[in-house]
């Protein structure tokens, strides 16, 4: 064996992670919203980085397009001056911007001036009510002690988001140090309160105090709701019936009234701020006959390089920190620019291919989706898989049928008699189907379902079948049934 040290030239390929390669990674991953927070952040940390005003409604004038303008479009000598890289020391900006009458009013708060009427109602914020303070302000009017209003005010805001007790009122008894008695009464005075049902210990509870609020209830709605409220659930009306000793039909009724109630009062109140919005990453439109695929770009403004610091990097000594420095962010403003071009275009190709090879979807509806894998759009467009699923990751497309995730077009299914994939998402319309038409007092199986997919040339199994029925919250034959 030999031991020692010795120079060899050895030829290998390797594939390196540099940073700007796990850059334009992530800048594909992103959707609109997460990619306009990152071109936010970048402008803040590159200096070289600017907004392009010509394509972001700050156009410039046609006649003078070679000029320079000052920030608010018009032509001045001094900003000339400046923008021609003239070095002027003395130069007092300040001035300059009182001269020039630039409104700096983003940058200062609202402040009251005596004697003018104006307003705005950008001094204004707006709040919604919410079940909390809406119960408050109903406390208000109460004839209950003072006392017993800091009680109220103490179970209130205990209260869940559902409009439900978590703490018993002997727990609440304790912890203020008063009576059982009292809190009952007070407990009792809010269950008076709109929405009908709150304050309420449990579902049972809270259904039987809107049927007395609506004063329709009975002893059999109330034995019902007490004694039997899991085989209601359940749709289980034959054990009641039989229970009670009275007809199903009967049953029937009074649980179709039960089911009109609302088992949770306090989610009227729920606040629109956990509403989430979806902003498309694409549009697909159709002109002409032709479906057009658009990129939104309208959430993240085009970019460019300063031409101030170009002419900067340009002028200054080539050994200089400056020059260094303004030459990193330089290639890194580029590389950007050029990634979300780059972006912006492979999301344009993913989206033509899926498009194109999902024409009858857009045309006739879900019923025509066809079954589609990230190999079949990488193959078309040649890029690699991975690089098809984070580019639809996330993102969303508006097209004339409504607003789809991109990964809705990529599911799997079965081949139809004609040889054709049918994607699970055509299955379960043809179930969706199926179950809308039958007849209430006798719904189809899941058994039933498979026979009458398989007469359209759709072979699957009835476990199948259930679990496209529970994923599409579906009940089952004997939950859906009606006496």
């Not at 001045?76 to 002027?88: C, I, M, N, P, T």
């Not at 140090?177 to 009952?184: D, N, Y």
């Not at 260094?324 to 190709?349: D, H, M, P």
Request: aromatic residues 8%; glycine residues 6%.
């Amino acid at each position: 064996m030999k031991l020692g040290y010795e120079l060899t030239i050895e030829q290998t390929q390797k594939l390196i992670m540099t940073p700007e390669l796990i850059q334009a990674i992530q800048i594909l991953q992103f959707n609109t919203q997460e990619l306009d927070a990152y071109v936010e952040e970048q402008l803040l940390t590159n200096p070289i980085l600017e907004v392009d005003l010509q394509e972001n409604g700050g156009a410039k004038n046609d006649k003078h397009e070679d000029a320079d303008y000052d920030f608010d479009g018009s032509k001045d000598g001094e900003a000339q001056e400046f923008s021609r890289g003239k070095k002027d020391d003395d130069f007092d900006w300040s001035e300059y911007l009182r001269e020039r009458e630039f409104d700096d009013i983003s940058y200062r708060q609202w402040e009251y001036q005596k004697g003018t009427s104006d307003y705005t109602y950008e001094q204004y914020v707006s709040s919604e009510i919410g079940l909390t303070e809406h119960l408050l302000f109903q406390l208000q009017f109460t004839d209950l002690k003072r006392s017993c209003k800091q009680v109220g005010k103490y179970v209130i805001e205990s209260l869940d988001q559902n409009g439900y007790m978590t703490q018993t009122v002997d727990e609440i008894a304790s912890h203020l140090g008063i009576k059982t008695e009292r809190v009952e009464e007070v407990v009792k005075t809010i269950q008076g309160f709109e929405p009908s049902g709150v304050g309420a210990g449990d579902i049972k509870e809270c259904l039987l105090i809107q049927l007395e609020q609506l004063g329709i209830k009975t002893p059999r709605m109330e034995r019902i709701i007490s004694e039997h409220i899991d085989d209601l659930a359940c749709n289980r009306l034959s054990n009641i019936a039989k229970s009670m000793g009275l007809p199903v039909k009967e049953i029937q009724k009074i649980a179709d009234i039960i089911k009109t109630l609302e088992p949770k009062p306090g989610r009227q109140f729920s606040s629109s701020a956990e509403t989430k919005y979806i902003v498309p990453d694409v549009t697909v439109e159709k002109i002409d006959g032709e479906y057009i695929v658009t990129v939104n770009e309208s959430s993240s403004p085009k970019l460019t390089v300063s031409s101030y610091y170009q002419r900067m990097l340009h002028d200054a000594d080539k050994e200089s920190n400056i020059s260094k420095f303004l030459t990193g962010r330089l290639n890194s403003a580029l590389w950007l620019i050029k990634s979300i071009e780059q972006r912006r275009q492979t999301i344009y190709n993913v989206v033509s291919a899926v498009v194109k090879y999902q024409r009858n979807f857009f045309d006739n509806g879900p019923k025509y989706l066809k079954t589609l894998t990230l190999k079949q759009i990488a193959d078309e467009i040649g890029i690699h898989e991975s690089t098809v699923s984070r580019s639809i990751n996330g993102k969303y497309l508006q097209s004339p049928r409504g607003v789809y995730e991109i990964k809705y077009f990529f599911t799997s299914g079965v081949n139809s008699d004609s040889g054709e994939g049918i994607s699970s998402e055509s299955i379960k319309t043809f179930i969706k189907e199926i179950v809308g038409r039958e007849e209430s007092s006798a719904p189809f199986s899941d058994h039933v379902i498979v026979e009458m997919l398989a007469e359209k040339g759709i072979e699957i199994s009835r476990r199948t079948v259930a679990k496209y029925r529970d994923e599409m919250h579906l009940p089952s034959s004997s939950k859906r049934k009606r006496y």
